[in-house]
């Protein structure tokens, strides 16, 4: 295939759109599964313009230092290195958040259990001053941040075992105006907040089941933490532990957020059923997989 840098057509320049059909056809030659979607990320990024404006400028012409820098992304793409990382950034609950090595890329299903969340807060602990919710494995905080950009009674100790994701945590709750509400902690899911009392947990955890690890795609597996994913030989590894210790921090009428792989909903109820909490919801994403397990109904300690 004919590099964009060898114009095949001297005549005609590499014009915005010109450049995307020619990304477009070359990444999906090399396997991504939203090439078009991916050549508009990359390109946008790199001329400062939204994909809106992108289409307003499909006739723009490329500089040759353009071309080069774009070529050298478009490369890193087909060698299947996720857009997030190549641009440093990712769009999660309408917020834009700083993606770095070491971070898992948030992804879309994972808004539906922000949406949960908010919505659990809004209809328990309406009118409440303080709403305080733990979030576990923060990461990038998207979970953290979010909850409290759309919630201002909603103040949140985010933990994470990793002292470089939360350098972006940091940044990105300091960028996104909430830092007066996030707290960030390091250390080994609830080890940092035992001692403390919280109405909601959430937490999207590593619960990826090592035999799994083969099938991945190359993006999640060559390029994406290990130690994000990685959920031991059946995924709970980590799960397990949070919905043990969770009732020891959880008010009584509190719920634990959980993102799950789309198997573990039966076993996850039955760790609920086994820690004390009397109700499980699993709620489906888009896809039709189980995606979200809302644990709630803790019988309070026996007085
Ligand atoms: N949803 C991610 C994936 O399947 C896994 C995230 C996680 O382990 N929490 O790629």
Same mark, same amino acid.
């Given at each position: 295939m004919t590099s964009p840098a060898r114009n095949p057509h001297p005549n005609e320049p590499w014009t915005v759109l010109r450049i995307l059909r020619w990304t477009s056809g070359y990444l999906a030659g090399r396997g991504v599964d939203s090439p078009r979607l991916d050549a508009e990320v990359l390109l946008a990024d790199?001329?400062?313009?939204?994909?809106?404006?992108?289409?307003?400028?499909?006739?723009?012409?490329?500089?040759?230092?353009?071309?080069?820098?774009?070529?050298?992304?478009?490369?890193r793409r087909a060698r299947r290195e996720p857009a997030a990382y190549i641009i440093g950034k990712k769009e999660f609950y309408s917020l834009e958040f700083e993606i770095g090595p070491g971070v898992l890329v948030p992804r879309p299903e994972t808004e539906l259990l922000v949406d949960r969340a908010l919505e659990f807060a809004r209809l328990h602990y309406a009118g409440d001053d303080e709403i305080l919710a733990a979030d576990l494995g923060t990461g990038s905080g998207a979970l953290a941040v979010s909850l409290a950009a759309n919630n201002p009674a909603i103040r949140v100790r985010a933990v994470d075992i990793s +002292? !470089? /994701? @939360?350098?972006?945590?940091?940044?990105?709750?300091?960028?996104?105006?909430? #830092?007066?509400?996030?707290?960030?902690? *390091?250390?080994?899911?609830?080890?940092?907040?035992?001692?403390?009392?919280?109405?909601?947990?959430?937490?999207?955890?590593?619960?990826?089941?090592?035999?799994?690890?083969?099938?991945?795609?190359?993006?999640?597996?060559?390029?994406?933490?290990?130690?994000?994913?990685?959920?031991?030989?059946?995924?709970?590894?980590?799960?397990?532990?949070?919905?043990?210790?969770? +009732? !020891? /921090? @959880?008010?009584?009428?509190?719920?634990?957020?959980?993102?799950?792989?789309? #198997?573990?909903?039966?076993?996850?109820? *039955?760790?609920?059923?086994?820690?004390?909490?009397?109700?499980?919801?699993?709620?489906?994403?888009?896809?039709g997989l189980d995606r979200v397990a809302i644990l709630t109904g803790l019988r309070q300690a026996s007085a």
């Open positions: 790199l001329l400062g313009l939204t994909r809106v404006q992108l289409y307003l400028n499909f006739d723009r012409p490329l500089i040759q230092e353009e071309l080069a820098a774009y070529r050298e992304r478009v490369k +002292p !470089e /994701v @939360l350098k972006i945590a940091r940044r990105n709750a300091r960028r996104l105006g909430v #830092d007066d509400r996030v707290e960030f902690f *390091e250390g080994d899911l609830l080890t940092p907040l035992f001692g403390q009392v919280f109405h909601l947990i959430v937490a999207n955890l590593p619960y990826v089941p090592k035999p799994a690890f083969a099938d991945m795609a190359p993006e999640v597996r060559d390029y994406e933490p290990h130690l994000a994913l990685d959920g031991g030989a059946d995924g709970l590894d980590l799960i397990r532990r949070a919905v043990a210790g969770a +009732p !020891e /921090v @959880l008010t009584g009428g509190g719920a634990l957020f959980l993102e799950i792989w789309p #198997d573990h909903g039966p076993g996850v109820r *039955e760790l609920a059923r086994q820690n004390g909490f009397a109700e499980t919801t699993i709620v489906k994403d888009l896809a």
